[in-house]
């Protein structure tokens, strides 16, 4: 969608507008508009062959923790074995620790053996974070991800 660099040492030309169609989440909208049975039905479907060997996990930039929740056994967050439940809280789990931060460079499903659109996780969160915070990651380097600032004067009472 963005055709303009972030940072350059040199940027040849002007910057260019940047481009408003197609709607970059057309995809998200359509899992959206299902209801409670058929979204479960289209995110077990989606994972149903995922043998979790972690390669998306492993290719993403933003997954550099020492100890992924995953891995850790005391406390263990998540079941190791290749349960649904467990499955899906793995990619539940993970997409959110990628929220406000994924530039959905595809690493992760560029490595999947199987084939997954993991991506259908973290997408729907990166539209999570440009409708309500209007921000997409990887457009500043001045700016911190939304779900890592403070607003003293923040809309919501409870983070007072
Ligand atoms: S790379 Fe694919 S198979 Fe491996 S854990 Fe991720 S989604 Fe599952
Ligand atoms: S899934 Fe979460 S805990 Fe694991 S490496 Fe990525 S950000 Fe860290
Ligand atoms: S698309 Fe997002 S979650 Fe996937 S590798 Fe890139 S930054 Fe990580």
Redesign the pocket.
């Known amino acids: 969608m963005h055709r303009n660099p972030v940072i350059s040492d040199v940027l040849i030309g002007d910057a260019v507008e940047e481009r408003k169609e197609p709607d970059p989440y057309d995809d998200v909208k359509d899992v959206e508009a299902k209801g409670p049975e058929e979204k479960w039905e289209y995110f077990s479907n989606l994972?149903k062959?995922?043998?979790?060997?972690?390669?998306?996990?492993n290719a993403c930039p933003l997954c550099y923790c020492p100890t992924c929740f995953v891995d850790e056994s005391d406390p263990q967050w998540v079941g190791k074995s290749s349960d649904p439940t467990d499955t899906m809280t793995?990619?539940i789990l993970r997409a959110y620790h990628c929220a406000g931060r994924c530039t959905d460079c595809g690493a992760?499903e560029q490595?999947?053996?199987?084939d997954?659109k993991?991506r259908s996780f973290t997408r729907k969160l990166n539209k999570d974070t440009l409708d309500l915070y209007e921000c997409e990651a990887g457009l500043s380097i001045e700016e911190r991800p939304p779900l890592d600032t403070y607003r003293p004067d923040d809309y919501d009472k409870f983070i007072r």
């Open positions: 994972i062959d995922c043998t979790r060997c972690y390669a998306c996990r793995f990619h992760c490595a999947c053996p199987v997954i993991v």
